[in-house]
């Protein structure tokens, strides 16, 4: 059995392939994410992912399936109870979540959580609705800045997040409301599973512009991951991107943020160049931000494009000692009613210049065999209470 020196994880967030078998149960029946893509686009280019084989995983309109694809695929089902970014990404490396975090796109948060909120902070609550985060500041940002009243809104993640002015609001203000906000969705009936402060800046609608003040407070994993296994066994965990934030730093010797999924792909190539041991974990998060939650296929299809050029040029630095697992977190199909994630099943590419076969493998039933492949080739265990089974012995 071939060990690699290196393993990447690429998360393409929210590419979903098709309804899971329980997807009637989230009100999802019939999503798709990449089939309707697919099917709402008149040209799709996505050369790279169809010589790993996505097309012979997943039928699609204009892409052809190949006779020889150079990885290993296969569709993976979601154990856990959800449909959501950290769900996801937690089940990858071995945990599954049986109770689903609290999301609150349907209705903002509760009336008792803002009042309480609204007391220990000293700020009036604007906003408290599902939100495109630009979207509100041209909303009520003007409002904010006049009043001293507090932005507060969510998404179809399991999320509260607060909006403040650099200038008038002040940033540690803004990080101070977010700690009580933390603190109080800490309860159960209002366990989100990240608060995050959204500072801004400007003055006037259509000039307003996010930071990179960003800061997550999240829930950590309520367990040890494969990434914990990794790192207390002196191996390298690089996280690209979101990766920090959906596990609150646990497990991780060095983080990249990204601006965008394109710089996202430039990071990790840049990283593909140096001679680290171990995993690099990257999540690209325009997919889903972007394009999913706005329901724009055609915004979808064009990065999805992009980050196949983006793929050809990390293909360059994929030795013989390496192993790259391209997937996804949930599905959020663009052309889907309302604006949720979807449940879906996810792809599974696993590609390596070293493989001397290639082709389909059996339907897996969790996320889990990322974290279980990963760790099988380091030669170490699953964390205690974790799940999923290696796919190492498969790949030959």
């Given at each position: 059995m071939k060990k690699f020196h290196r393993i990447f994880v690429i998360v393409i967030d929210s590419l979903g392939i098709g309804a899971m078998p329980d997807a009637v149960d989230f009100g999802d029946e019939g999503a798709d994410t990449l089939g309707h893509i697919s099917g709402s686009a008149e040209t799709f280019h996505i050369p790279n992912l169809q010589r790993l084989g996505m097309a012979n995983l997943k039928k699609m309109k204009q892409v052809s399936q190949i006779e020889k694809p150079e990885a290993y695929y296969c569709a993976l089902r979601e154990a856990s109870a959800g449909k959501d970014t950290m769900t996801g990404h937690w089940e990858m490396m071995?945990?599954?979540v049986t109770v689903p975090f609290k999301t609150f796109s349907?209705?903002?948060?509760?009336?008792?959580?803002?009042?309480?909120?609204e007391r220990r902070t000293g700020h009036k609550i604007i906003g408290n609705k599902s939100c495109s985060g630009t979207v509100i500041l041209d909303e009520l940002g003007e409002e904010e800045i006049a009043t001293g009243h507090m932005i507060v809104y969510t998404s179809a993640d399991s999320v509260l997040q607060i909006c403040g002015n650099e200038e008038t609001f002040d940033l540690k203000e803004l990080y101070r409301c977010c700690e009580i906000a933390r603190e109080l969705t800490m309860r159960e009936e209002w366990?989100?599973?990240?608060?995050?402060?959204r500072p801004y800046v400007g003055r006037k609608r259509g000039e307003f512009k996010r930071t990179s003040n960003r800061h997550d407070y999240a829930l950590k994993p309520f367990g040890k991951t494969v990434m914990d296994v990794l790192k207390d066994n002196g191996l390298d965990v690089i996280s690209v991107g979101k990766i920090r934030d959906i596990f609150d730093g646990e497990g991780i010797t060095r983080s990249e943020r990204s601006n965008s999924s394109?710089?996202?792909?430039?990071?990790?190539?840049?990283?593909a160049k140096t001679d680290f041991h171990g995993l690099c974990y990257v999540n690209l998060v325009d997919f889903d931000a972007l394009w999913g939650h706005r329901r724009n296929p055609?915004?979808?299809?064009?990065?999805l494009e992009r980050f196949d050029e983006k793929l050809g040029e990390l293909l360059k630095y994929i030795g013989a000692d390496d192993l790259l697992m391209i997937t996804a977190d949930h599905g959020n199909d663009p052309t889907y009613r309302g604006t949720d994630h979807t449940r879906?099943?996810?792809p599974l590419l696993l590609y390596s210049p070293a493989f001397e076969a290639a082709g389909p493998l059996?339907?897996?039933?969790?996320?889990a065999v990322i974290g279980a492949t990963v760790?099988?080739?380091?030669?170490?265990?699953?964390?205690?209470?974790?799940?999923?089974?290696?796919?190492?012995?498969q790949l030959k």
């Open positions: 071995g945990l599954k349907e209705q903002g948060f509760p009336p008792d959580l803002i009042e309480e909120l366990k989100v599973g990240r608060v995050i402060a394109v710089h996202g792909m430039e990071q990790t190539a840049e990283i055609q915004g979808y299809k064009e990065e879906e099943k996810v059996d339907e897996q039933d969790t996320f760790a099988d080739n380091f030669g170490l265990a699953m964390p205690e209470g974790t799940i999923g089974r290696s796919l190492m012995k």
